[in-house]
């Protein structure tokens, strides 16, 4: 029933299933489980008065009212009102209308207005009255909104208190998409089949399935719905930590590389300092799993700049003195670059060839390397550390004695891909590299039993960074500082969050979107978020503001060859600020850089955040760190406050974890690109308690039955089984 295509729905033909599909829905199920992306509580009617008193308990509570005109809106919410006069229609530039009236209630007046959407002039008259929603604003003592959304009260009628917000697709309007989804519940009703084991539902306490999908759909009621929302979070973790568990739960294999102790002196002689002793320590734990029986799955841990690289080398250097190859896999083709330029400059003096290889490697090239991976190289020709991006397990790429896997950065990979590395590496030495400490909750999840290697020492003479908090009040000051650091032959990083393009007009739709809210209490979204800043034209008006500077700009969307050559520069010195998205957070290394400002430091989790600052400090002059924020909630402050009081990567994450929920470090990023798994929900739960049980439940149901085929799990089995198809389609 639930396979069946949604055209056997009624009212839908071949074009509306072909504006379905374009949105994956093609069958009843995927409408069923095509849920909403946030819910509007319409049903808490406020006075004009209690709007208004919320605006100006908003203002008051400010501490630093930015100096320009802050247009500040009230969080979304529903007033009754009733038209006071006609609407007035004018249309300004270029066929825009403007449709404008008052409305009041027993407690005073709101003007609202409309921009084009000129038919309501048709809709609204004097005397009538609706229920609008929306963002409200304060001019002077006026209460004011611009396309709210309106619903007409009806003697009688009544309206839903909690409306769904789905996601939609050109010709499918919320009101239709509700129709749909309500359609194809009614239809498969019968087909809603319990799959979570019963005595997980009993021990978590959450609703059946077919309850908890009515109530996503179409709440009851603002409890109902959070039981929903806690049991879809639930399931997303339970579902991926299983997968994980399921898949992660092989036995130890014995090595069929087998290595011999090898002398490291002549890699440390070429080395331009001395390792630290936790290094050292390292280096020996490794070496001691190369030559051992089994396959060495091993992580290496340790805060940003605490030298995991070397230790890598290291690694790389036993296994090719061993005879074997090599592999370097890293998220990102800047630090596939920045490690190949590192590692050939170290290791090509021993004679040693590494290569380069990722998505952008020009085909003759790539020809060539791959031929120097193969089995039939000449004598001196082969290469034996091949360095690249996940283009090395793209389909076509054999690397023959593959001896040892390095994945630097790797939970910035997303767990899809890492799954099939995993796999590619299964019988094959791998030394995992995390960039970001990971909370120990996760740690277990996304690990299991691996061995950990920590480096927890920093290489000595290590210089304390400096950070600051400040506003845009600071901005002239900070402009200052910046030419300073350059007059002084130092470089400068500018980072700004991602942007995603802005839709054109406000319209009907728009109007709905801009005053969507995601609510319940498991998270809420924050609204009083400052606009954001784009690295590119952010990068043109410092070139104004600072003409006598040199300055550069990367951002995810230039090509690969146009990132690397700006980087390239940037390493040069030919860059005196470079300003840029979060590409460069990952191991990029130009020591000369003394200073970074972080634009909308709000947005970024902490650990990005400190995984930043590492960025700085590198070299032997004092560095900066500067967080630039106007964001005026207290959890933003206080997150931006930890920042600053801590350098332990560790306990960052752990505040992390709880403020932002799993999503940063499960690489949900990565997930959510490639729109394959649905970690949406679980993402941002905050509830560390909930993901706590979801993994050791995850892990006991996998102890217990570790093929997952008795009988209460099979409908788990089915679930978790469609995880991994999924995370193997991400990768081919
Ligand atoms: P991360 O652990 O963040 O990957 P890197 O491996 O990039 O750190 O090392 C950071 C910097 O520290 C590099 O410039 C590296 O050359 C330097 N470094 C590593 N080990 C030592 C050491 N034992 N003494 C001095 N500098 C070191
Ligand atoms: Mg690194």
Known sequence: MLNKPVTILKNVGDKRAAALAKMGITTVGDLVTHFPRAYQNRGDILTVEEVKGRLREKLASLTYAAEEKVSLYSDPCAVILTAASEPTVKNIRRGMTLVKFRAFDDTGMCDITYFNMGYMKDVVHTGDTFRFFGRFSLLGNRLQAANPIYEAVREGGTLPAIVPVYPLT????????????????????????????????SEMALPAYSYTIDNLHRPESMAALEIAQRRRVFEELFFLFTALAASGNKKKQKSRYPMGDIDLSEFKSHLPFELTSAQERCVSEIARDLSGEFVMNRM????????????????????????????????????AAQHYKDLSALFEPMGIRCALLTGSTPKRERDAILASLSPITMEGMGTDIVIGTHALISGGVEIDRLGLAVIDEQHRFGVAQRAALLEKCESLHSLTMSATPIPRTLTLALYGEIDVSRIDELPKGRQKIDTFVVNEGYRDRLNGFIRKQVDEGHQVYIVCPAVEEKKKDPSAEDAEEMSNVTFGSIWETETDLPPLKAAESYAASLAEQLPELNIAFVHGK????????????????????????????VGVNVPNATLMIVENAERFGLSQLHQLRGRVGRGSAKSYFILVSDARGDTARQRLAAIKSTTDGFRIAEYDLEQRGPGDF??????????????????????????????ALAKATVADDPTLSKEENKGLAEKVQKLLRESENLVN
């Open 170 to 201: 050109a010709g499918i309007t919320q009101k239709m998409m509700a129709q749909l989804t309500s359609d194809a519940l009614r239809y498969a009703r019968s087909a809603l089949t319990e799959y979570l084991p019963p005595h997980i539902l």
């Open 300 to 335: 290496l841990t340790g805060d940003v700049g605490s030298g995991k690289t070397v230790v890598a080398a290291a690694a790389l250097y036993l296994a090719v003195k061993n005879g074997y190859r090599g592999a370097v896999m890293v998220p990102t083709e800047i630090l």
């Open 558 to 585: 230039l090509k690969p060859k146009q990132k690397d050559t700006v980087m390239q520069e940037f390493s040069a010195g030919n860059v005196d600020v470079l300003v840029s998205t979060t590409v460069i957070e």
């Open 666 to 695: 499960l690489g949900s990023d990565s997930i959510k690109q490639h729109g394959q798994m649905r970690l949406s929900l679980a993402a941002g739960c905050r509830d560390t308690g909930l993901i706590e049980r979801a993994v």
